[in-house]
């Protein structure tokens, strides 16, 4: 299985969830959200088709302290493909990012899960004080109990 990628930063994010973290970018995102930071996802058509093996062996050398945070794009246009790196990473701490409701994201993904960040973004509500969000109306929430 593969899973289209647009980037990874390694370089190490505190504004990607809690703590120091790497953050995978997923390519494709049908939302068109004004403000969008990261228009260069939008395109389904771009971005790197990697096996997700290969990516989550990628990861594992690289993301140091094995926090991870999934990004993008929207993750879940690539549920399948994510949910199998996952799999593949069951020791890290792992975000993610998804413009969808929380009531839209596969149980077996939120299983896999420590942290969602959901809702889609609302400029009429955006924040720059509430924590790991955009705007007021999005959720952030810690799942810990929710994991395996
Ligand atoms: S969901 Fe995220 S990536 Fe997609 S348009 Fe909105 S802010 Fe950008």
Redesign the pocket.
Known sequence: MNLIVRSIDFSGSIADGPGVRSVLFVQG?R???PD????E??PLDAGSTVPVAELAGQIRSRAFNKKLTIS???PLLQADAVLALLERLPDFDVAL?T?ADLGDVPEELLARLDYIKAG??DREKRTTTTPYV?SSNQQFIALERRRR
């Open positions: 995102c939302r068109r959200c969008c930071h990261n228009p996802t939008w993008g794009g929207e990012y413009g889609r973004y955009g």
